[in-house]
């Protein structure tokens, strides 16, 4: 049967959100989180599937230019018990590259990228982010743009440095006091920051999810040491010989975890206080340290509980 050749649509685009424009480093995807029910019976068994909830995950990995780090990690300690859309909705608009705009009505950040402190370019100093979008406030779900709006849209090439997209050298120490070999520590495929959410959905009966309270909010950093002996991983991150015992967190060396980047405008990691997580030890072929992690852990200053991580930008 014929038919216009040209309706077949696809090609790039790229995200506005909360005042920031998204570049991508690969194609991405919007997913749908529909909830749906089924409805049985004893005698035919499912009849139909119906829907339960409505939202959209916006996921994509943004190019690697360090900045707009409060839009990329909106979350603290002190957010835990939060609802994460207030009262003044934030819509994600993605402009293809065909000439359309999709306009999601209320965006927040559900998960921030991973950073990966890496000189290779293979490895992305940005991974995988989510934006959830669901209804508009004081929409009913069938209002017209109560999810998301399709409009003709002319499309403009937004503005590009590639001189800004980083792969950062870095240099990397744990201890308040560290010594070493703790006050440069050197790895291999670099070093990987994740700050994870849990969140609870918060529902209504007449929309299904309309927003979602933060529950806990964790962080880590996972890294692949080679210039460490079997005594100082044992003792340091394991806790042997008196270091830590059952009960006890394992934050000796302790203290403060750094990952600096060596020039000006690369990123800056800093853990106030990171424990030793798990790890292990290799015989064969490779190295003998086979990674390890270190978890973020709450630090108080005269009582005063402290951020659990810092992103900052080398001056």
Known sequence: MPFDVSIPVGGPAYLTFDSVTYQMASDWTVKEIMGTGEITTNLQGTLEVRDETIGFDLVFTPLAIWGNLTKLFPYAKTSIGN????????????????????????GYVYASPKISFATSPKKKL?????????????????????????????????????????????????????????????????????????WEDVTADSVGIINSRLTDLTAEASLKPVNLTESDYLSTFLGVSGSGSRGRGKRTPGGLFTCTGANTGDPILTMASAQAGPGGISFGKGGRITGLKLMAAQKAVTGVLQPLFALTTQS
Do not use: H, N
Not at 84 to 103: E, H, M, N, W
Not at 149 to 175: H, K, M
């Open 126 to 198: 940005f991974g995988e982010m989510t934006i959830r979008c669901l209804i508009k406030t004081s929409s009913l779900p069938s209002a017209s743009g109560a999810y998301v709006a399709i409009a003709s849209s002319a499309y403009s090439e937004p503005t590009l440095d590639p001189t800004t997209i980083l792969s950062p050298r870095f240099t990397v120490a744990w201890g308040d006091t560290p010594s070493t070999p703790f006050d440069g520590i050197e790895t291999e495929d670099g070093v990987d920051f994740e700050a994870k959410y849990k």
């Open 83 to 106: 609802l994460a859309r207030g009262a003044s909705d934030k819509p994600a608009v993605i402009q293809t590259k065909a000439g359309k705009s999709l306009t999601f009505a209320a």
